[in-house]
């Protein structure tokens, strides 16, 4: 039987990074996809696959029944010796041993001699004090980690390693124009991550589908950890809730209007530089920019504007200045933002970026934003507080990245592209 591959995972197929981190939420093929590829494994070569999660009381709580379903799903159950607690490959030797983490110490996992496969499943669950004993335990060489889960904290502590072991190249497989695979998959120097729901999944199983559309319709907080991957709960202090953004997010509206472009500069080298047009209150194209150069962020601009003759709204930020200055000579109708200028009603908001938060919270149930799972989390993940005048205050990019790690270039840009206030007008010269 050919096993069935999901587009995402091509690449972990065939790279040899050492950690592999494979999160979302339900009906991605996650597990699916590490059970066949550890199958394969043991039959190709003579080597020992330790399954293991946190807590297993029983042999039932582990990816036991898993493993045995793929291997008489595929047809090859005659290949294996397959007891109650263990799994074995005839002809190979290959075997497949399953424990909890939290039983063990650096001694028993040491114990564990050969092992140069390691799945942790739930792996959200697994305590930082865990993965300090696995890891370094297993150092011998070659050995890989899978870790599987759905994230169930804002920093679950598998999510705070990955975050620190992933870097923000990324490669996105997705399109508000219709593309029905999506994924993120983000590389670092010895790790590869997927972030993938059940829409990046072309087997996604009919018979969920009724769960997934009736939990949609019942509970939206519940719906957007299950099937989106986001964690349990949001912030008690987000502008904007996620039953809000998901609505916009499922939202048909008419595209009758004019077009903007808002546009969010990259500052440092891992931020993104990202683009959105709108036509009436729609969302109708988008791009993500890495590493490009303020010529390039303004080419991109024009090749998108077209002959629409589309306002433009720059973060003029930092290096976002230069983008301004290029499309204000070549006849823009430009208007820059700095999101750290006074705001227009100074008496509510600290700043600009903070009034174009509330701004975009009072349009929300009116706008249709394209289903992206990342921009629902930078849209829902934005703390508020008051300052010393009792003014709304947005928490910075900076305090941002320092809880995720990355930069919300996708919500800004947002924000960007259906903020229709003027900013305080800004003469361009031009020198003879």
Known sequence: MKVKLIPAFKDVMTGHE?????????????????????????????????CTREIQKSIQESVYALLKDRITERGIASEYTILKTEIYHNRTGS????????????DSIKSLQGV????????????DSSLQILIPTLRQEGVKFFFSFNRKKERDPVYAMALKDLESEEKRQYSIKGVIYKWVQYIGPDAIGIYINYDGNPYFPKTLEKERVKLLKNDNDAYVHVWEGLPEQQGD???????????????????????MIG??????????????????L????????????????SEAIINMAGDKKPRINIDDTG????????????????????????????????NTISEMWFHF????DTVQLPDDTTLMEELTDRYYSFDTKERKKIESKDDYKKRNNKSPDLADAVLLTYFSKSAEPRVHVIDI
């Not at 729609?282 to 962020?297: G, R």
Request: charge should be positive.
């Open 116 to 127: 140069k496969y390691c799945w942790v499943e739930e792996a959200h669950s697994v305590s």
């Open 361 to 364: 919270k009072d349009i929300i």
């Open 237 to 259: 202090k987000a502008v904007l809730s996620r039953k809000q953004v998901l609505e916009a997010m499922n939202r048909v509206v008419s595209d009758e209007g004019g077009y």
């Open 18 to 50: 050492k950690f592999v981190y494979l999160y979302g939420g339900r009906g991605s093929g996650k597990s699916y996809f590490v059970a066949d590829y550890l199958i394969e494994v043991s039959r190709q070569e003579s080597t020992t696959i330790l």
């Open 263 to 280: 546009c969010d500069v990259a500052r440092f080298g891992d931020d993104r530089t990202v683009i959105f047009m709108r036509k009436g």
């Open 319 to 350: 290096v976002g200045g230069g983008v301004t200055d290029y499309l204000m000579h070549k006849g823009y109708n430009v208007n820059p933002v700095n999101f750290g200028s006074n705001a227009i009603d100074n008496d509510k908001f600290a």
């Open 95 to 106: 075997r497949f041993i399953f424990a909890g983490l939290k039983d063990h110490t650096v």
């Open 282 to 297: 729609k969302i109708v194209d988008s791009l993500v920019l890495k590493k490009a150069d303020t010529i390039d962020v």
